[in-house]
């Protein structure tokens, strides 16, 4: 049974910086695309990051890019995001796919077939 399970989020000041985590069980990390999306309030979600299976390319949304470094770590996935800006405000999600072209990330909000239930992140003084 896959399973994504995010931590880590929580409030953090302007110019600060947080780190997500994604426990993954179920699956062979590197034989799936991990990526991150987030959602915020009133607004589609939209996918920022993921990393190819088999140690291939990550790819990052432009408004993360050079901010937000993604990792894969044994069975765990992890978001640094740093100079954080009010605007990466949103609930953050883990997901996974075998098949899913990471090159995509930028343009979609969904194509992944498993999903974890999120972590929010408040950027605020």
């Known amino acids: 049974q896959v399973q994504l399970v995010e931590s880590g989020g929580g409030l953090v000041q302007p110019g600060g910086s947080l780190r997500l985590s994604c426990a993954t069980s179920g699956f062979h990390l590197n034989s799936y695309a991990i990526a991150w999306f987030r959602q915020a309030r009133g607004k589609e979600r939209e996918g920022i990051a993921c990393?190819?299976?088999?140690?291939?390319p990550t790819y990052y949304r432009d408004s993360v890019k050079g901010r937000f470094t993604m990792s894969r770590e044994q069975n765990t996935v992890h978001l640094q995001m740093d100079s954080m800006k009010p605007e990466d405000t949103a609930m953050y999600y883990c997901?996974?796919?075998?098949?899913?072209?990471?090159?995509?990330?930028?343009?979609?909000?969904?194509?992944?077939?498993?999903w974890g239930k999120g972590t929010p992140v408040t950027v605020s003084l």
């Open positions: 997901a996974a796919d075998p098949t899913f072209a990471c090159e995509w990330i930028r343009n979609t909000n969904d194509g992944m077939d498993y």
């Open positions: 990393i190819s299976p088999r140690s291939g």
